[in-house]
T-cell receptor, first 110, second 114 residues
Framework: QKEVEQNSGPLSVPEGAIASLNCTYS??????FFWYRQYSGKSPELIMF????GDKEDGRFTAQLNKASQYVSLLIRDSQPSDSATYLC??????????FGKGTSLLVTP | DAGVIQSPRHEVTEMGQEVTLRCKPI?????LFWYRQTMMRGLELLIY????????DSGMPEDRFSAKMPNASFSTLKIQPSEPRDSAVYFC????????????FGPGTRLTVL
């Protein structure tokens, strides 16, 4: 079973701080990595994807990938209460199927 | 454009009954995915189709589950007979393979089996 592991949280950060969400995966052959955000009672929505080692920035979000360590992270700068949600890490192992972690719950406090 | 459409949004049924969940993918998308989400197991892939053909059904929990995609704009997930442990939120998602793997999720069907 190819695993994607996330700390379930909740991760609590004050408004304006940096939130750091982490994910590890077991399949060394994985090529594509995704971060989805899911608000309570809603469906997941894609925030970012990353394919290459290093950092990828999009607005307040930065995805970081280290394939040697089998580690992917998501940084959220200037966190807002509206960022409070569950963040799902997903790994594409083969084909177009995604293997999701169980998610990290983020709470941004005013 | 309309997103992925799922029906019904909520379904309450009794153990042993047949349940059919429906999905209309985004027009033009060639991949369709069925997921199940529970607190215990998270978001799990059940089956996915490419151009209406099932590609990987290894996530289907048992023979009580079946899925079909008779055409590019419609798919069903059927559970017969249903059991209380099937209670979950079932998501359908679609993607366009040629543009990468961003999957667009429908609103989900919350299934409760009593």
């Amino acid at each position: 079973q190819k695993e994607v592991e996330q700390n379930s949280g909740p991760l609590s950060v004050p408004e304006g701080a940096i939130a750091s969400l982490n994910c590890t995966y077991s399949d060394r052959g994985s090529q594509s990595f995704f971060w989805y955000r899911q608000y309570s009672g809603k469906s997941p929505e894609l925030i970012m994807f990353i394919y290459s080692n290093g950092d990828k920035e999009d607005g307040r979000f930065t995805a970081q990938l280290n394939k040697a360590s089998q580690y992917v992270s998501l940084l959220i700068r200037d966190s807002q209460p509206s960022d409070s949600a569950t963040y799902l890490c997903a790994v594409m192992n083969s084909g177009y199927a995604l293997n999701f972690g169980k998610g990290t719950s983020l709470l941004v406090t005013p | 454009d309309a997103g992925v459409i799922q029906s019904p949004r909520h379904e309450v049924t009794e153990m042993g009954q047949e349940v059919t969940l429906r999905c209309k993918p985004i027009s033009g998308h060639d991949y369709l995915f069925w997921y199940r989400q529970t607190m215990m197991r998270g978001l799990e892939l059940l089956i996915y189709f490419n151009n209406n053909v099932p590609i990987d059904d290894s996530g289907m929990p048992e023979d009580r589950f079946s899925a079909k995609m008779p055409n590019a704009s419609f798919s069903t997930l059927k559970i017969q007979p249903s059991e209380p442990r099937d209670s979950a939120v079932y998501f359908c998602a679609s993607s366009l393979g040629t543009s990468g793997a961003e999957q667009f999720f429908g609103p989900g069907t919350r299934l409760t089996v009593l």
